[in-house]
């Protein structure tokens, strides 16, 4: 089992449509969660940062941890053709400071 | 700042050449870290350094892949000999020190072909 595990997708929605993205995890020593996004031959960039179980909103973004169920997800409302991208959650723990685990990414359009 | 810089942004070489990419961190960042990106394994940690140390190589696939850090402002990362399975986007990436300070800066990438 990897440890993160993530639907690749492609995942394609209208304009205007709610999104779900969910990643989950098998390292309860997980402390730390967020979410890259990566547009087409870029690299990723940071959207969300989390540190606890819970929401955290920003603007159309919504980072959701659920620890107990080693699970969490991203959700963008209302969303745009510019959101078109692949989304990467990646999570670290207290001790492994520096070493960031990546999931494999989903990849998702928004068509106008 | 110009963000993470990568060179080259394309390279295509021949099976058993030697490969280096180069990266320019962000000035001030203490921290950098080489990635891998395939399609089949994802984005892969391969190598980090604090303060141009080698702190974790661990994720070095190979003997063939050395990674050097001489100074603050640039890194190599080697291939020698390549083979195509070394085919990937290659992602340099920086990070200053702090504590809860995880946002990595991602350079545009070095997407490598080895025929």
């Known amino acids: 089992q990897k440890e993160v595990e993530q639907d690749p997708g492609p995942l394609s929605v209208p304009e205007g449509a709610i999104v779900s993205l969910n990643c989950t995890y098998s390292?309860?020593?997980?402390?730390?969660f967020m979410w890259y996004r990566q547009y087409s031959r870029k690299g990723p960039e940071l959207l969300m940062y989390?540190?606890?179980?819970g929401n955290k909103e920003d603007g159309r973004f919504t980072a959701q941890v659920d620890k107990s169920s080693k699970y969490i997800s991203l959700f963008i409302r209302d969303s745009q053709p510019s959101d078109s991208a692949t989304y990467l959650c990646?999570?670290?723990?207290?001790?492994?400071?520096?070493?960031?685990?990546f999931g494999p990414g989903t990849s998702l359009s928004v068509i106008p | 700042d110009a963000g993470v810089i990568q060179s080259p942004r394309h390279e295509v070489t021949e099976m058993g050449q030697e490969v280096t990419l180069r990266c320019k961190p962000i000035?001030?960042?203490?921290?950098l870290f080489w990635y891998r990106q395939t399609m089949m394994r994802g984005l892969e940690l391969l190598i980090y350094?604090?303060?141009?140390?080698?702190?974790?190589d661990s994720g070095m696939p190979e003997d063939r892949f050395s990674a050097k850090m001489p100074n603050a402002s640039f890194s190599t990362l080697k291939i020698q000999p390549s083979e195509p399975r070394d085919s990937a986007v290659y992602f340099c990436?920086?990070?200053?020190?702090?504590?809860?300070?995880?946002?990595?800066?991602f350079g545009q990438g070095t997407r490598l072909t080895v025929v």
């Open positions: 990436a920086s990070r200053p020190t702090g504590q809860g300070n995880t946002e990595a800066f």
């Open positions: 390292n309860s020593a997980f402390q730390y």
């Open positions: 989390t540190y606890s179980s």
């Open positions: 990646a999570m670290g723990t207290k001790t492994s400071y520096d070493k960031v685990i």
């Open positions: 000035s001030g960042h203490d921290y």
């Open positions: 350094f604090n303060n141009n140390v080698p702190i974790d």
